[in-house]
């Protein structure tokens, strides 16, 4: 049962602790079929999604970035980071540990990719040549809302080095003209599954009229 879309933009949540329920195959790709209604930069809508499956792909993928740290040496981390916020501190304290975990419990774990011309890492002249970029995210977004209609929640882990981004495109096989910009575990939260409410905003405080005031 699908909701009112502001609805869904209002109960989608960021989640971590998910349940081993699948999600149907039906209902999978009607969520990325949301993804994909999403505006392209160039009209050609040069997106792959890539469904890990396998346990052992999904392992393969999780050890390389998994490091085991002790309650001391995340909030080291943390600080370094310089994050005072008490919320936003909270927030990576409980999730920082969960990012293996996440990967290899969610229901559904997909690797988005997009199609780039050029070095996406290397200097810019414009910001037109991050449009492909921007495009992804935008599907991405579609996607978490579509799948919060249907119950289902998610999260974006980043594909935070070079080095990460190769052994990923290298274990799933992904073409050298594609990126990736991020794991995206998806399923139906745990009965005592974690949400971080955000620091709250309304849209009248972001709107300027005519010119930037305040």
């Known amino acids: 049962m699908t909701i009112d ?14 349940d081993d329920r699948p999600i149907e195959r039906e209902t999978l790709l009607r969520i990325l079929g949301a993804g ?20 052992v792909q999904r392992e393969k993928l999780v050890r390389f970035f998994l490091k085991e740290r002790t309650d001391e040496e995340l909030k080291e981390m943390l600080d370094d980071w310089g994050m005072t916020v008490e919320s936003q501190y909270t927030m990576y304290f409980d999730a920082i540990p969960k990012q293996g ?3 290899l419990s969610a229901g559904a774990l997909i690797v988005p990719c997009f199609r780039q011309r050029g070095d996406l890492l290397g ?3 414009s910001l037109h040549e991050l449009n492909a970029l921007a495009s992804i995210w935008a599907v991405i977004e579609n996607l978490l809302v579509a799948a919060a209609s249907e119950g289902i ?21 992904i073409p050298d003209d594609y990126e990736i910009p991020c ?14 409410e955000q620091v709250p905003i309304s849209a009248d405080e972001c709107l300027f009229v005519d010119r930037w005031s305040g």
């Open 5 to 18: 879309i502001y609805d869904a933009i209002r109960t989608r949540r960021t989640i971590r602790d998910f």
């Open 36 to 55: 994909v209604k999403a505006p392209s930069h160039n009209h050609l809508r040069e997106w792959r999604f890539i469904l890990v499956e396998d346990s």
């Open 101 to 103: 975990r996440m990967l």
């Open 123 to 125: 200097p810019k002249e």
């Open 153 to 173: 929640f998610g999260v974006t882990k980043i594909i935070s080095t070079p080095e990460e981004r190769d052994h990923v495109r290298a274990t799933l096989g």
């Open 183 to 196: 794991y995206l575990p998806i399923g139906y939260p745990t009965e005592n599954a974690v949400w971080h």
